[in-house]
């Protein structure tokens, strides 16, 4: 079955810490990607995309990601996190490339402290 | 863009009744969705539609949920003879038809059953 997963459920990190999410997936042909986030009271909100091109991806507020196809891996990272970052961060993907269902991983609860 | 709105935020109902849940996406999108969203899981696909037709249902939408798009703008989702295994927060989201149009989330009707 098609599914996606992340490595950590809770993160704790100090302010200025380096970020890193991991994201695996199990399909084997053309994929879309994506980060969502929620910060705390919010829907979710779209942090990034990889569709084609370059595996490295910059998204909103600093966040990047890098799409390893031979990993069948998409890791979210930020060099340097906010306490402003305390969110839960999803990672989806798109079985085929198109643009219908997301498959979400479980999310990672991730907590900046000051 | 005033966003996805969804109505209501939160619904208590007594196992056994019958709910109802609408959602109102962003004026220009012709795909809507309906994701359920279990605690501390990601959200899980259930339906897809383009315009009024609904292309898409997952295995998880049993014979008691039934979703419709009359007129290809709101959406409403209904459940009948709730059961416990229904609470969970139902999200919608929208997105235009072009190519790599993302998905834009609401922010969920909470539904709890007594």
């Known amino acids: 079955a098609q599914s996606v997963s992340q490595h950590n459920h809770h993160v704790i990190l100090s302010e200025a810490a380096s970020l890193e999410l991991g994201c695996n997936y199990s399909?084997?042909?053309?994929?879309?990607l994506f980060w969502y986030v929620q910060y705390p009271g919010q829907h979710l909100q779209l942090l990034l995309k990889?569709?084609?091109?370059?595996?490295l991806v910059k998204g909103i507020k600093g966040f990047e990601a890098e799409f390893i196809k031979s990993k069948f891996s998409f890791n979210l990272r930020k060099p340097s996190v906010q306490w402003s970052d305390t969110a839960e961060y999803f990672c989806?993907?798109?079985?085929?490339?198109?643009?219908?269902?997301?498959?979400f991983g479980a999310g990672t609860r991730l907590a900046v402290h000051p | 863009d005033t966003g996805v709105s969804q109505n209501p935020r939160h619904k208590i109902t007594k196992r056994g009744q019958n709910v109802t849940f609408r959602c109102d996406p962003i004026?220009?999108?012709?795909?809507l969705y309906w994701y359920r969203q279990t605690l501390g899981q990601g959200p899980e696909f259930l339906t897809y539609?383009?315009?009024?037709?609904?292309?898409?249902k997952s295995r998880l939408l049993s014979d008691r949920f039934s979703a419709e798009r009359p007129k290809g703008s709101f959406s409403t989702l209904e459940i009948q003879r709730t059961e416990q295994g229904d609470s969970a927060m139902y999200l919608c989201?929208?997105?235009?038809?072009?190519?790599?149009?993302?998905?834009?989330f609401g922010d969920g009707t909470r539904l709890s059953i007594l």
């Open positions: 990889y569709f084609s091109g370059d595996p």
């Open positions: 399909y084997g042909g053309t994929v879309n």
């Open positions: 539609f383009q315009n009024e037709a609904q292309l898409e």
């Open positions: 989201a929208s997105s235009g038809t072009g190519i790599n149009q993302p998905q834009h």
């Open positions: 989806a993907v798109t079985p085929g490339g198109g643009y219908n269902k997301l498959i």
């Open positions: 004026s220009e999108h012709n795909r």
